[in-house]
């Protein structure tokens, strides 16, 4: 599964979706369409808007669920370092963004070859605080990948940091968190 989560990045459909579902109607309603990988869903605090990882092309955005400007989207981060994952509130009401690995940067076989070539991601974990504006308040880096790499998910609990990664079978924990 996760040898085709390379290709769909490679790929760069736009074949994503945002959907809404009634309980009481039973019905399904497309908010988005046309989204590149859509995934990390995360509600805001006040249930105002949603962030939504575009992870094949480095994009966050903000559809936004109620108020003046309910219905609309808006890029929040583009062309990020990063494939951004999974999305999630923090203890203190930021979000937090696992970004799994750095862009790829090799992308073409070499020349002559019929072969594929999955590209290779460097050992690097990136956590992205971002306030409810969408700022960057904050960051967590890993550059030689020690402790861990490619963080698709980041969960605070309890004063705890918990980093699943997308390569690892175990949850690193940080008992701090100093952004």
Known sequence: MLYNVSFE??????????LSYD?????????????YM?????????ENFLLLA????????????????????????????GYPDNIRLSDHGTFLVGITTTRFQKLLPPCGSSELVQP???RYALVLELGLDGQIVGTLHDPEGRLTW?????F??????????????????????VS
């Open 9 to 18: 990045v490679i790929e760069l459909n736009s074949l994503g979706h945002l």
């Open 23 to 35: 309980p009481w109607s039973k019905t399904v309603s497309v908010l988005l369409d046309s989204l």
């Open 38 to 46: 859509p995934n990390g869903i995360a509600l805001s605090p006040d």
């Open 54 to 81: 575009e992870t094949s092309i480095g994009r966050i955005l903000r559809y936004w669920l109620k108020g003046p400007k309910a219905g609309t989207k808006e890029i929040i981060l583009d062309n990020m370092i």
């Open 120 to 122: 290779a991601a460097a």
């Open 150 to 154: 490619a963080i698709s998910d980041v």
């Open 156 to 177: 605070q609990h309890q004063g705890r940091t918990y980093l699943g990664s997308t390569d690892l079978p175990f949850l690193p924990v940080l008992e701090v968190w």
